[in-house]
C-alpha cells in the first residue's frame, strides 16, 4: 500500500484535484486512470531521459513502470492556471530509492480534463 502525504490547498480547483489524483495514481501505478487522462497525442518528455509521443507508447512506458511502485508518495505542491498545471513532491520506491519529481503539464483545454503534455523532472536522493 502506498502511503500518500499533500499538503492542503483552497480545494476549490478541479484542476489541482485532478493533478493530484493523476500522481497519486501513478504512484499506485493505476496506468488505467493515468491513460485516460491524456490526449491520443500525448507528449512526455522525460528531461535527460527520453521522450514518448503518442498515448499508444505512454501507455507502453507506463506498463514497463508498473513493477516500480511507491511506498510513499509526498505531494508539496500542486498548482494551475488557465491551460498549465504543475505538481512537485517526492517518491519512495519499493526498492528503497527516493526521487524527487517535478512535472509540468499542459491541459488540452481550459477544461482541464485531459493532458496534451507532460514534461517531467525527477532525480535520485
Known sequence: MTK?????????????????????A???GNSGF????VTDDI????????????KER??????????QKATELIIHQVLSHGKEGAANGIMKMKDGKTYAFADLYVFKSTKGEKLKSITSYCIEI
Do not use: Y
Not at 505512454?58 to 513493477?67: A, D, G, Q
Open 26 to 28: 501513478f504512484a499506485k
Open 58 to 67: 505512454f501507455v507502453e512506458e507506463l506498463e514497463k513502470m508498473k513493477s
Open 43 to 54: 507528449v512526455w518528455d522525460i528531461i535527460g531521459d527520453r521522450k514518448i509521443v503518442g
Open 4 to 24: 500518500i502525504v499533500s499538503s492542503p490547498n483552497c480545494g476549490n480547483s478541479p484542476k489541482m484535484e485532478f493533478l493530484k489524483e493523476l500522481n497519486i
Open 34 to 37: 493515468v491513460t485516460e487522462s
